[in-house]
């Protein structure tokens, strides 16, 4: 059974800070991309920062970069998404996924393998 289980989430002031993670099981971790997607009220959902299969490099978004930052635990099967500085923009659903493609991967679209059920994060302004 495929599972990718998000916690982590909740209701913060702006300026504060959330730690999400993302534990998987089900599938071999190591060889998939793993990523962090959002999703606000009405809009589409939306790439925010993934770790690559290969090495496990890193990538932001423009909304993530300088206040995200994404870390795994290959051993735990466990990625981590650090967020600091919220803004009430970033007030969403997050979900973790994965995916094994060798290219489509770094579009950040809606249409990888494996996701989670997402965890609520709400920022206050």
């Known amino acids: 059974e495929v599972q990718l289980v998000e916690s982590g989430g909740g209701l913060v002031q702006a300026g504060g800070s959330l730690r999400l993670s993302c534990v998987a099981s089900?599938?071999?971790?190591?060889?998939?991309?793993i990523g962090w997607f959002r999703q606000a009220p009405g809009k589409e959902r939306e790439g925010v920062s993934y770790?690559?299969?290969?090495?496990?490099?890193?990538y932001y978004t423009d909304s993530a970069k300088g206040r995200f930052t994404i870390s795994t635990d290959n051993a735990k099967n466990t990625v981590y998404l650090h967020m600091n500085n919220l803004k009430p923009e970033d007030t969403a659903v997050y979900y973790c996924?994965?995916?094994?493609?060798?290219?489509?991967?770094?579009?950040?679209?809606?249409?990888?393998?494996?996701w989670g059920q997402g965890t609520q994060v709400t920022v206050r302004s």
């Open positions: 089900g599938f071999a971790f190591d060889d998939y991309h």
């Open positions: 996924a994965a995916d094994a493609s060798d290219w489509g991967y770094q579009f950040m679209k809606p249409n990888w393998d494996y």
């Open positions: 770790v690559k299969k290969w090495d496990r490099s890193t």
